[in-house]
């Protein structure tokens, strides 16, 4: 289905007049929703005039025509700071790596081995067998014998957790209130966890109330808390990148926009280990103070 959407001449005036002044399409778009349009036909607005612009087109004078699922996803100003390493309050980390569409980053020096240690100690006798959701019953089930077994932190649980969750935020660069408590996974040898978005699909009615409290989760970190003897890479196939679990170094993604949209381009799964075992420690920020069910 096609969708024809119509605006005065002169916005197409101020949006070129925009452009060459070197604005950016985003923050135009930002603009025109705050003159009360909606995203979606800020969004398709700008893509057109993006597009012929780039080709060398005449670009739309008072419409344009949309095909529903031509949306792609706008890349905005990262919330991740620039640059190659971050002071925290207690630790510098690197970055060894990073990638703007998606978001991804590669992190070194986040936990010490001693608080991977801790965390993988205080984990054990908490640890669960991680579900998913069934699709016909909607309900929680054990994901079959190759999953993973997963805890929870409270969020500042003890003074041990508390300095991680605030170096944490400090790295995500959103405040401690915004995150989930941390979640600890086991993968045994054998288990690995299939391609995911760590984003609420806002279609499922089981996210709805947690979407409705804290909004959407809109950045990932996984920290590797042990050396894994092979396997358990965490893999982006959109991205192409497969990361490997080093003990202290972690994984950082984003996904969600101010417009409202998610990157389907972070997709990611974490490979079968191999041989061994693979510890890690993820932290989920979402766009509003946490508050739990
Ligand atoms: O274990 C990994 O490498 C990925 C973990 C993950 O995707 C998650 O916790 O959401
Ligand atoms: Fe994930």
């Known amino acids: 289905m096609s969708t024809v959407i119509r605006f005065t001449r002169d916005l197409s005036t101020w949006i070129c007049q925009n452009l060459d002044q070197g604005f950016s399409p985003s923050a135009l778009i930002q603009i025109m929703q705050e003159q009360r349009m909606a995203a979606e036909a800020a969004q398709a607005i700008m893509q057109a005039f993006v597009k012929a612009r780039r080709s060398c087109n005449p670009v739309p004078i008072d419409h344009v025509v949309v095909e529903e699922s031509s949306l792609d996803y706008v890349y905005q100003t990262p919330i991740f700071r620039p640059g190659t390493s971050i002071s925290t309050s207690d630790r510098v980390v690197g970055i060894a790596a990073r990638a703007e ?47 993973s077994f997963g805890m929870f932190f409270q969020l500042q649980e003890n003074s041990f957790i508390a300095r991680l969750d605030q170096r944490i935020s400090e790295i995500m660069n959103l405040p401690i209130e915004h995150g989930e408590g941390l979640q600890i996974l086991y993968y045994p040898t054998g288990a690995g966890s299939a391609p995911h978005f760590d984003f609420l699909v806002p279609s499922n009615p089981a996210n709805q109330a947690s979407l409705a409290r804290s909004g959407q989760r809109v950045s990932t970190m996984v920290t590797y808390l042990n050396e894994v003897e092979e396997g358990g890479q965490t893999v982006f196939p959109e991205a192409g990148w497969a990361v490997s679990p080093v003990r202290g170094n972690a994984v950082y993604f984003e996904y969600a926009n101010t417009l409202g949209q998610l990157d389907h381009a972070s997709l990611h799964a974490s490979n079968p280990v191999t041989q061994g075992e693979k510890w890690v420690a993820t932290k989920w920020m979402r766009q509003r103070p946490f508050v739990s069910a």
């Open 101 to 147: 569409r998606p978001m991804l980053a590669v992190l070194s020096n986040v936990l010490s081995s001693e608080e991977c240690t801790e965390l993988i100690r205080l984990a054990k006798p908490r640890l669960k067998a991680s579900t998913i959701v069934d699709p016909m019953t909607g309900k929680d089930i054990v994901s079959g014998n190759r999953s």
